[in-house]
């Protein structure tokens, strides 16, 4: 048994940094929730209970049996045990992501009242971990045209800005001021191998670079990335200086429907990494595409409904008078039971 401060989960936070600072929190043992919104911390010796009322009016002081965190543990599922079921460790495990020290968890509404417990777990798992948010509500719920995801800070420090390493390059970015998915790192190195020599590379849809800057770090070729976030834009700008790709990403910020007929230049390859609004786009893909260049067209489709997928893709090309096949159809990432992100591979024929 331990004695245990039992606090508001609004005031979770501040009591845990009070009870840092002063040495009182005892971090051997796992923090805890209740079902009516309250959060259990742990108590180390030599803590002064006038202090902690003044501080934090209506807390209370219990005893309680805590469980212990092994000793020297990095396993999360482990520290997890003692707050969630089995079930619920493998959803929250299995649906987090890491940007930087950044990591991003996906708490579903049944499992709210415990996700401080859940972010506290995560950062002492992973001591490389600076901040832990979460996703509130869905992307595009803060700035729909600019796919940002609304995150909350649950522990660490207050900020969203950090340094993100992917396939050797550097990127630099504010979570709450862009879009950037870890996710589609293997589609990015993907697409860099087949990149060839010498392409000229249209990149819509840019935002901070990745796809740019992972091509370019493998591949001479010339980049076009159009990106009309000017947030992203000015990250994008910095990330090429960083990686030494200025002579090979040239960024343009604006609406690309608007960018290209001013360029009125041609690709060997178009990368369209928007599922959310890519059908739109794609008529422009092909008005821009050189002869025997290849789209990687990114949608969400359900499973079910590929080959009509396929066959709306050539409607469009034959709409911009050309011709195009399907060449390969890769799952990019899961969105919906039985829809998927796919990258359609279109070769461009005439």
Aim: aromatic share 10%; net charge positive; glycine share 6%.
């Amino acid at each position: 048994m331990v004695v245990t401060l039992k606090v508001k989960k609004e005031q979770a936070q501040k009591a845990k940094e009070l009870l840092v600072q002063r040495g009182w929190l005892d971090k051997t043992r796992v923090m805890g929730g209740t079902p009516d919104r309250y959060v259990i911390l742990p108590l180390a010796e030599g803590f002064s209970e006038n202090i902690l009322k003044k501080a934090f009016p209506g807390a209370k002081f219990e005893h309680k049996n805590l469980q212990k965190y092994p000793e020297k543990s990095t396993d999360l599922k482990h520290m997890l045990r003692n707050i969630l079921s089995e079930k619920n460790i493998e959803q929250v495990t299995k649906s987090y992501d890491v940007v930087g020290d950044i990591a991003i968890l996906e708490i579903p509404k049944k499992l709210e009242k415990h996700d401080l417990a859940i972010a506290w777990a995560l950062k002492r798992a992973f001591p490389a971990i600076n901040v832990v948010t979460k996703k509130v509500g869905k992307v595009g719920d803060l700035h729909e045209i600019y796919r940002i995801r609304r995150l909350k800070i649950l522990t660490g420090e207050n900020r969203l800005a950090t340094e993100h390493k992917e396939s050797g390059i550097t990127m630099r970015l504010d979570l709450g001021k862009v879009y950037f998915s870890p996710r589609s790192s293997h589609e990015r190195e993907r697409i860099a191998k087949l990149v060839k020599p010498n392409e000229k590379v249209l990149v819509m849809f840019a935002g901070i670079g990745p796809f740019a800057l992972v091509i370019a770090k493998q591949k001479p070729v010339t980049i076009v990335a159009v990106e009309k976030n000017p947030d992203a834009v000015k990250f994008m700008e910095e990330n090429i200086r960083v990686n030494y790709a200025g002579n090979r990403v040239f960024p343009i910020f604006g609406d690309v429907r608007e960018i290209l007929p001013e360029l009125k230049e041609k690709f060997d390859r178009i990368i369209m990494p928007y599922p959310e609004e890519s059908w739109q786009f794609l008529e422009l893909a092909f008005n821009y595409a050189n002869p025997k260049a290849t789209i990687h067209f990114y949608a969400f489709v359900n499973e079910k409904e590929l080959e009509k997928a396929k066959e709306r893709i050539r409607k469009i090309a034959g709409k911009a008078g050309r011709q195009a096949e399907v060449k390969r159809v890769v799952v990019a990432g899961s969105y919906a039971p039985r829809t998927w992100r796919y990258c359609f591979d279109v070769f461009v024929k005439q």
